[in-house]
């Protein structure tokens, strides 16, 4: 059971070992830097500890920290070096929570891994899928959009079927600490106090660039770092000469220049994809497959078609705001929207 010290995976691991399973806890120790949010600081470690403590549960520490800086940091700091939006949760259940896990997890001889993420495995025609939480609005499917079927088959989510406010009630029964503790929701190796920025700075050199409104040429302002500049982000861009709201279009971090443009100028109708980060749990997806896609972790699916001839890209049946390339997408079956059939990274225009 991977307890990250959160009461979702506090819970599931109740469930599990209520239900009579032989239930181990491991916490993962990823971050070697300071931390004050998300499942690597100190204090998550202990909760975890002290909720197996309670449960009856044994408990073990396992060490990536070389694994989680060459697989999730060094990458999220590199795409950021190359204008890329990177997402580094997706990355870490891609190498570490769904990869090296599993994979000491069978060499130990356990039968299955358990997780705490609002999500589940169906059965479909006689294999397992990823499906949607019951929670939408906790639901983590988009974050595991990357998983095989040979990992789906290996892998428990407990508490998939429940909502929030249930599993807090459930952690509350049985007596968690973690009952009422806050969600992270920051990335959990930059320290919230600080922010993303010093965290770059201290790795990177960051450029400054200039504001520029494609649609009239005007200068609109400067900003620091482009490096944290997203395509398709409205907040802190300035409004035009019009005063109406701009978004960013593109970042070129080589002439230290950010486009932006009105909502109209920058809609797309579809978004490039890095063939080799194409990902699908059923080798059946075809081209012009139907889906839902959806580009981030609480953003809205919207219908469009997978093509995979000449070259890989996603098609919406409407006009969509810009994706930031290097961000994941996730495609849901046009049947049964709550199914995940896979994921892919954006790529450059």
């Not at 200068?219 to 035009?240: F, K, N």
Request: glycine residues 10%; negative net charge; hydrophobic residues 45%.
């Amino acid at each position: 059971m991977a307890m990250s010290g959160g009461v979702d995976s506090s819970v599931a691991a109740g469930l599990l070992r209520d239900a009579g399973h032989d239930v181990v806890g491991a916490t993962l120790k990823l971050w070697g830097g300071v931390a004050d949010s998300g499942c690597c600081s100190v204090a998550d470690v202990d909760d975890a500890r002290r909720v197996a403590q309670v449960l009856g549960v044994d408990h073990h520490v396992f060490n990536y920290t070389e694994e989680f800086e060459r697989h999730v940091v060094a990458p999220f700091v590199a795409g950021h070096a190359a204008g890329l939006t990177p997402n580094p949760c997706i990355e870490c259940n891609k190498h570490l929570k769904f990869d090296l896990l599993i994979d000491r997890a069978t060499r130990l001889g356990f039968d299955a891994v358990a997780t705490g993420h609002h999500a589940r495995v169906l059965e479909r025609a006689g294999r397992p899928v990823l499906a949607r939480g019951a929670d939408a609005a906790k639901d983590q499917s988009y974050v595991l959009g990357y998983l095989s079927t040979p990992q789906l088959a290996r892998l428990a989510l407990p508490i998939g079927a429940m909502t929030k406010d249930a599993v807090r009630r459930e952690a509350e029964r049985l007596g968690l600490r973690t009952w009422n503790k806050p969600d992270s929701q920051d990335v959990c190796f930059i320290e919230a106090a600080r922010g993303r920025e010093v965290f770059l700075r201290s790795r990177i050199p960051v450029t400054p660039a200039t504001v520029v409104d494609t649609s009239t040429g005007d200068v609109l302002g400067h900003v620091d770092a482009a490096e944290l500049v997203t395509v398709g982000q409205r907040r802190g861009v300035a409004p035009g000469r019009d005063g109406e709201r701009r978004y960013v279009t593109n970042v070129d971090l080589a002439a230290g220049r950010v486009d932006v443009g009105r909502l109209e100028e920058v809609m797309v109708t579809q978004v490039p994809l890095a063939v080799d980060s194409l990902s699908v749990a059923d080798a059946a997806l075809g081209d012009g497959e139907r889906v839902w896609v959806q580009a981030s972790a609480h953003g809205v699916p919207r219908r469009a078609a997978l093509w995979t001839s000449e070259r890989l890209r996603v098609v919406f049946d409407e006009p969509v705001r810009p994706i930031a390339p290097g961000q994941s997408v996730v495609f849901y079956a046009d049947d049964d929207p709550e199914v995940v059939l896979g994921a892919a990274a954006v790529a450059r225009p």
